[in-house]
């Protein structure tokens, strides 16, 4: 149940931050200071939004203080600019996160949903609701919420994400993200210690969910 419970945060987390393309919509909110806004930033986010969906596999290792080895899984991420995502672990559990804009469901082999705590699956669809609207292209939820420094150029780049509000900064010691037309890897840091890392390999463009995928998603 640890590892379940630090999948679920983890994973919430790096919704807006994983394998996803930007959408090419104008920010709905100028950031608190335009000065602040990275061009490198502004050109990835550029870059990632070309892509309606991307579809990729990924390999997850879990550093946990509780933990004395790494927990490490891996599956398949399905993400959709405009219905959500689904992570696909295969090992060593099998085991889907619906993640849309109603929130995250947790699913078993057999697709069936599981059962979760209220209070956790309210912080998991919060955190989510706000590094999706980041990606969609409000600018400002990135620079309200972190201070970001970026490295290296559009074809090969590296963004260090610092908390900025004492609130974030009480669960999140920072992110790392790194990239090229994809995003390639991500790295998060828990106040507690804790670090969990997934690398993303295989990505391609994708415009459409299939039919089963569709129907986990609520899409008609």
Sequence with gaps: MVALTHTVRAWATALALAACPLTNAAPTEAPQDSALVSPLVS?????????KGV????????????????LVSSGTLLFLRDQGA???MEQPTRMTYVMTDTGVTTLDANDKPMARGARNAAGVAQVSRMMRAMLAGDLSALYSQFNVNAQG??????LRLIPAQPQLAQALR???????????SIRIQSAN??????????????????????TLLGAP
């Excluded at 050109?43 to 892509?51: D, S």
């Excluded at 920072?174 to 390639?184: Q, S």
């Design 153 to 158: 150029n559009a074809s090969r780049w590296h």
């Design 55 to 70: 579809r990729a596999q990924f390999v997850q290792t879990q550093s946990l203080q509780a933990m004395q080895k790494p």
């Design 43 to 51: 050109q990835i986010a550029a870059q990632l939004a070309q892509a």
């Design 86 to 88: 689904l992570w696909r």
């Design 174 to 184: 920072g992110l790392d993200l790194t990239g090229d037309t994809y995003l390639r």
């Design 193 to 214: 210690g804790d670090e969990t890392r997934i690398e993303f390999t295989g990505s391609t463009r994708v415009d459409a969910p299939n039919a089963a995928e569709r």
